[in-house]
């Protein structure tokens, strides 16, 4: 899988009250890794988030662990694009959270192109 690599260290900001990763910080940090890969892509042009598709957690991570995040292009359109997002913890190495991240282009005035 090419594509980016980010990490996150996961602290007490990042868990409910169970001390393990709250769902939402988790979407966050997909969402972000796909942003850094859809900025690989396309560069220069302008895009904008469409859905976050597909989140599904296999495992619960636990206060203190760290993720990683790999991002990669999945489907590429004239005017939209797919990113895989896979996360795993360091150690295990384990898929623990899988999902899929939809951009559209966006023109100069923001409209979907």
């Known amino acids: 899988m090419e594509g980016i690599t980010t990490y996150h260290y996961v602290t007490p ?3 409910d ?11 966050a940090w997909v969402v972000e890794s796909a942003v850094v890969e859809a900025t690989a892509v396309l560069g220069e042009k302008h895009f904008t988030f469409v859905s976050l598709k597909d989140m599904v957690f296999r495992k619960s991570v636990p206060l203190g662990d760290t993720v990683c995040l790999k991002a990669s292009l999945t489907k ?4 939209s ?21 939809i951009f559209v282009c966006i023109d100069d005035k923001r409209a979907p192109m």
Do not use: P
């Open 81 to 101: 694009l797919a990113i895989g997002v896979s996360v795993s913890t360091i150690g295990g190495g384990e898929e623990v959270l899988s999902a899929s991240v």
């Open 17 to 27: 009250h169970y001390d393990i990763l709250y769902s939402a910080r988790a979407a």
């Open 76 to 79: 590429a359109g004239t005017t």
């Open 13 to 15: 900001a990042d868990v």
